[in-house]
Structure formats: C-alpha cells, structure tokens
C-alpha cells in the first residue's frame, strides 16, 4: 500500500511540474501568437511548410531517379552516390515533362498538382527506402563515440553557413536576374499557360536555355517565388553534398568535409544560395556530369558514360555557359579512354560520339526552339565565339614575346595571355569588387593552389585531371567573359584541390598540422562574416524575418524597390489594365499584363500614337528615372512619348523617385485605372 502511496504521490508530482510547464507555454505561446498581429507564427509556418515542400519535391525527384535507374540494375554502392545521381535523373525527368506541359497549352496549377501528386504516389515506395536509409545512416553517425575535432568544426562552420543560406532564400526575392529574367519568364509564361514567345522579358537572352527556370514556375505554381529560391538553394546545398562525396570516394572523409566546407562558405556561393539565378542549377549538372565521368573512367561500367551524358544535356539545357564545359568534359573520354584505360581507338571514339548525341539530345530542346521562334542557331551563337577567339589569336600572335612595350618580331610567341590570367587570378580573389556583381570567390584558392605546382601535390590522376578540366574553362573566362559569377560552375573542383593539398600538407610536415588547420578555419570565418556578400546587416534583418519581428512585405520595401511601385499597380488597378514598363527589367512583382517596347513611326501624330497605345490595351506607363539619368546624363528629362503625351493625355498617379506611374486618359474614355 505504502509503495502504491509512493507511486501515486510522485506521479502527481510529476503531474503538477508539467501542468506547470504546459501553462507557461500556453501563455507564452499566446504571447507570441497574439503580438505583432501573430506575424510570428505566420512567419515560421510559411518557412516550415516550404521547407517541407522543397523536402518533398527533393525524395520525389530522387525517387523517380531510383526508380528509373533501377530499371536498368544501375547501382552506385554508396547511399549518397546513389541518393543524388537518383536526384538529377529525376529532376530531368520532371522538367522535361512540365516542358511538355507548356508546349500543349497545359501550364496551369491543376495540372502541376496532379503531376506532382501523381508523381509522389508513382516513387512511394521508393521515397520511403531513402527515408529508412537517411535514419540508418543518421544512427550509425551518432553510435560513433568520437568525431575528429577538424571535422566537428568544420560540421559546424557548414551548419552555421546553411543556416546563413537558408536564411537568404527564405525570404521575398530581389536582384536583377531573379526579377528581370528567371522569375519574370517563368511568371509570364504560367500566365499564358504555354512556352510563347515573351521577347519582351530580356531581350537579348530571349534565347537563352531555361532548365532550371522551369523548375521554377512548378514553384510558383506550387507556392511562390519564394520556394523557387529554396530550390536554388538546394542546388548549391546538394552540389556540397557531392564535393564531400567524391572526395571521400577518392581520398579521404576529410577531404570530402574541407572541399564541401571550402565550396559551400565562398562568399559568391552563398550570394547565389539566397537568389533565384540558375548558376547553382548549372553548377549541379556540370558537377555531377564530371563526376559520373570520374567514375566510369575507374570502374569502366557505361552506365557512368551514359549517366555523365545525360547530366551533360541537363547543364546544356539550363545555359549557355554550359557549352563549353561539355565540350573539355568530352574531350576527358578521348583522354582517359586513350591514355588512363588505354584502350583501342574505335572503342574511345564509339564511346566520345555516344556521350555528345546522348548530351545533344537531353539538352537541345532549347536550341531547336530558338530556331523556330526565331531562326537563331547554335551556329550564330558560335560565331560570336569564334570571331572573339580569333582576335585574342591574332591579338597574341602579333603583340610580341613578352608584351612589356619593347617592339618584337610578328611572329614571336607572346605571353600577354598568361601574364593576363596570373592578374586575374589574384584580382578576382583580392578585389571581387571589380567584377560584376555580389560575393567574393575569397581567399583560400589564392593562398592554397600555388602548390599545384610542386611534383608532391600533383601525384593523383583524378586531381590532374580536375586541373585540366578547371583550367581549360578559366582560360575561356578570362579570354571572352571575366564575370565573376561565371566562375561558380568549376569552384566545386577547386575546393576539390584545394582540400586534397591541405590534406597532403601534414602528411610532408606534421609542425604544421595544427597551425595549417587553425588558419584554414579562420580564414573560412572571415570569408563566412567579413566578406559576407550583402553584409551582416542584411542577414540580421532576415533573422528578424525568420523570427518574426518583421515581416516579409517589411524586407522587401526595404531591399527591393520596384515592389513598391508594382504593389501600386497591383492594387488601384482595374484587372483588365495593360502596363508599358518603359525603361526596367525588373517586372516579376507586376501582376498585370505588361509589355517593355512600343513601335511607332516618325510621323505618326498625338492621335495616332494614342490609338496604338489603345488598340494594345495599354492603360499605365510606368518610368524608371534612375535608369534614364543613368543612359541620358545631362539630356532630356523624360522620353519621346511622354513628353508627347504630357500633360493632357497623361496623369501622375504614383511619383516616388526613381519611379513615376502616369496613366493614359484617352480622348473619348478608354481603360480606366
């Protein structure tokens, strides 16, 4: 009796202090629900419910990949391996099948739903296996009693960056290629339910491959624009996660941890992590269709051959930049059949023509539609290429032996280009600011890849072979585009050598070994908080988004400022309004139908102008003053049809500078705003 008088008592007790418990909480709990309007809560479940679509999309995708390679008996040995090649398969899969959703007509959110439903419910099983497998491997890391304390830093430097990352991609979009291109094109073209023509969304690439912007209307369907940029930054995320694993694959763990460290805290990697851009997309497939290259090279199954050519065509289709890296990549089969496999011509040959029809094929979509829209081929597009290579030939043929200023015979071999590269080796690494855009590429590669040039660091085949391929591609940077984010497709192989070189070094002197890895550390801390690409200010604010103390349409105002202009329109205009953006790229946030360029003709009158304008439904013109001073300095204030048209047809609605919305008031009614 005594004992069940004990029982009962403690019991209680424990009744009582979670009672207790649970009431703070509540209170608590209401506190934060109820404070700010509940932005709190709604904030955090946003946040939690993308993630958990972007999850879900990710085992989708890789399950499809599972299934199909297990059709074949394709098996990798390793759960990552396996895990992430699964994924790109299936990530083609699933864009070429929304691809032939616009090209019927069939882009709409119930098609996409069922899809993706349709699609969850086909890889169920499949899904479910990578799940068992991820809580497998997650027991069998926590049995281990000790972690090496290097790698216990490094887990935590990646988790802090992750972190930082997500923190980025969490939020409403800004940028100039986000809401100018990708965004704005996969909008425009969910609007029309099918893949038109849209010039008038960046002209000058309306050409352009759009693997990874298709992805991105299935978000906006889906969602919104902000899990469009979860999906970018899965891509930089699983591209780290294929780092860790060939370096594990062919060195050691440790490796595989410095060069995913190193990779993933480049300051212009972790820029891109938060931005709706396609260079991580690219980055991905070029990665990984290398990466199958590796592996069919030392283990001779033609699975890897043809896995490689079909990640090959994704990168193809996602862009141009992809090109040039295909071709040193088959130009790798043709080196390692002949001198690492040494086998027969015919066979190397075979093999070469099978990997550019199979990567032709995946990734010409966009190229064969460009000629049909448009008659421009791949050819015209080379021949830009060609015609600046042939100058930086001629260029180097003439210029002299050294280029030092001292006059040289017309045919002495110059040196002008890889003085030039030296240069820029050390430029883009100590001022980033010179090229365009965010993000340092910082300070390790420059300090660490020197040593490529001593015989120890260079034993490995695979880390010759990732120079090679490396250096062929930042000698075509440096000779046709230095735009720093153009680089971002090989810093996966470079943080590949420069993890295999430190790696070596306490293996040559173990003085060094603690000194080596302390500094390699604080230099990724620098990286991670001094040379942050927007600045810490930037990531405490969206830490305040994430936690609620301010909301998203708060950042936004402050970060973007075409939201506010398009959130006018949005709002005091008529659904059926029509808006000529004047002189922007930024249009994604415009939810009305708009257009960027107008035909007329020099002698066309007031009147007739106006009856052009009214004919193609246009109601509001909205101006960019910011960007017209930027081209016209010193010039006129406004341009030629606004200063036509002002003041009688036209009437300023919205003036915040630098934007101006006029709306047209047509001469015998028309559209109203």
Known sequence: MNRVKLIGRRFLQKGMWFL????????????????????????????????????????VSAGLGRKILGWFKFESGSFLESFLFGLAVGLAIITYA???????????RWV???????????????????????????????????????????????????????????????????????????????????????????????AQPFNVGILYG????????????????????????????????????????????????????????????????????TFFA?????????????????????????????????????VILSAGILLGGWFARKEKSWRVIRDFLVFLALAGLIGS???????????????????????????????IWASGFLNLGISQPAFALDLSLPKRIILLCWDVSMYSGRFQGYGAIGILFLAFLPLFLFPRFRRSRLIKFVFFYSAGYFILWVTFASVKRYLVPILPLLGIMTGYIIAQIPSFNRFFKTTLYTILILAILFQMFYLAPEGLDKIYQRI???????????????????????????????????????????????????????????TDSIEGALAKLKR??????????????????????????VRVLEPEYLDVVYEKYPFMIWRISYPKGGYGG
């Open 616 to 641: 193609a439904g246009i109601t509001h013109l909205v101006f960019s003053q910011y960007q017209w001073e930027l081209r016209y300095r010193g010039g006129r204030k406004y341009p030629t049809i």
């Open 365 to 395: 979509f966009w190229y064969i539609r460009a000629y049909f829209i448009g008659a421009y081929s791949i050819f015209d597009m080379g021949q830009g290429y060609l015609l600046g290579f042939w100058r930086v030939i001629r260029g």
């Open 20 to 59: 207790i418990f649970g009431w703070v909480l509540f209170i608590c709990g209401s506190y934060l629900y109820f404070w700010r309007g509940g932005i709190l809560w709604e904030s955090l479940g946003e946040i939690l419910f993308r993630i958990f679509l972007l999850v879900v999309f990710l085992l």
């Open 544 to 602: 305040l988004v994430f936690s609620g103390l301010k909301s998203q349409e708060e950042y936004i105002l402050k970060n973007e400022e075409t939201y506010a202009v398009f959130r006018y329109i949005n709002e005091n205009s008529s659904p059926e309004a029509k808006v000529w953006v004047l002189n922007f790229q930024r249009t994604f946030y415009c939810d009305r139908p708009y257009v960027k360029s107008f035909e007329f003709e020099r």
């Open 98 to 108: 929304i691809i032939g959703f616009g090209l019927a007509g069939l882009l709409n």
């Open 112 to 206: 996409i739903n069922l899809f993706f439903i349709g699609m969850f419910v086909l890889t169920y099983r499949q899904i479910g296996n990578i799940i068992h497998q991820i809580k497998g491997r997650f027991k069998a890391v926590s049995a281990q009693l000790r972690i090496p304390s290097i790698e216990t830093v490094l887990l935590l430097i990646l988790a802090i960056q992750i972190f930082f990352n997500l923190l980025g991609a969490s939020v409403l979009p800004s940028g100039w290629d986000s809401l100018g291109e990708h965004l704005a094109k996969a909008k425009e073209w969910n609007r029309l339910h099918r893949l038109v023509s849209i010039p008038y969304i960046n002209f000058l690439q309306w």
């Open 290 to 326: 290398f990466y199958a290259l590796v592996r069919w090279v030392s283990s001779g199954r033609k699975g890897w051959l043809l896995l490689s050519a079909i990640i090959s065509g994704l990168a193809i289709g996602t862009k141009y930049a992809g090109l040039p890296l295909v």
């Open 218 to 285: 299935m978000a906006l369907f889906i969602k919104d624009a902000i899990l469009a940029q979860l999906i970018h930054f899965a891509f930089g995320l699983l591209t780290a996660a294929g780092v860790y694993s060939l370096g594990k694959r062919y060195f050691s763990q440790r490796v595989g941890l410095i060069s995913a460290a190193i990779f993933y805290t480049i300051p212009i990697v972790a820029y891109m992590s938060s931005t709706a851009y396609v260079d991580l997309g690219l980055t991905f497939y």
